[in-house]
């Protein structure tokens, strides 16, 4: 089955700096891309995904990056704010709605 | 639109005794998602569901565990009996197409 990898497991950032959290895939019929944002005590939160037919898409701040080639995908958060301290996860999704994630990155944005 | 819900929010338990969680996912969904979250770690399949057939239960402890989904709309998940190492978050998901809905999710405490 299909295995993702999520690094790095931490990530700490000064206020402003931007943000990125990698991840790796290795089947290459996985076709969907999403990532999600944890916060204490809730369930993940949606935040931004992409398909396997784009190689980039941005929403505000946050950005994600496909490289079907070498299977691995990024997520990019620019001008970080103390908000957007939680736990992200990656995941990839195969036909018929399989999602498999990563082990999570937890950001910390120090003011 | 409103989320996946689940109740309850929290439940905390003994050893060997049984317990059960309720989700009522995003209406037209036809994909119904159980995850187990153990602390620090991503989530982990427990029981997809297609309508109220099931696609695959590979990772659930089926001689513990046990899971339905009547009629193709809500679900439910139980624990009987349940052990220390089941404490944990159960998150409930669905999704329509590819694009996957967490609800807040289940904290299990087992004592």
């Known amino acids: 089955g299909e295995n993702v990898e999520q690094h790095p497991s931490t990530l700490s950032v000064q206020e402003g700096d931007s943000a990125v959290i990698k991840c790796t895939y290795s089947d290459s019929a996985s076709n969907y891309f999403p990532w999600y944002k944890q916060e204490l005590g809730k369930g993940p939160q949606l935040i931004i995904d992409i398909r396997s037919n784009v190689g980039e898409k941005k929403d505000q701040r946050i950005a994600v990056t496909l490289n079907k080639t070498a299977k691995h995908f990024s997520l990019h958060i620019t001008e970080t704010q103390p908000e957007d301290s939680a736990v992200y996860f990656c995941?990839?999704?195969?036909?018929?709605?399989?999602?498999?994630f990563g082990t999570g990155t937890s950001l910390t944005v120090i003011p | 639109e409103a989320g996946v819900a689940q109740s309850p929010r929290y439940k905390i338990i003994e050893k060997r005794q049984s317990v059960a969680f309720w989700c009522n996912p995003i209406?037209?969904?036809?994909?119904l998602y159980w995850y187990q979250q153990i602390l620090g770690q991503g989530p982990k399949l427990l029981i997809q569901f297609q309508n109220n057939g099931v696609v695959d239960d590979s990772q659930l402890p089926k001689d513990r565990f046990s899971a339905e989904r009547l009629k193709g709309v809500d679900s439910t998940l139980k624990i009987q009996p349940a052990k220390l190492e089941d404490s944990a978050v159960y998150l409930c998901?669905?999704?329509?197409?590819?694009?996957?809905?967490f609800g807040p999710g289940t904290r299990l405490t087992v004592l």
């Open positions: 995941a990839a999704s195969t036909s018929g709605n399989q999602f498999y």
């Open positions: 209406s037209g969904h036809a994909t």
């Open positions: 998901a669905s999704s329509g197409w590819d694009t996957q809905y």
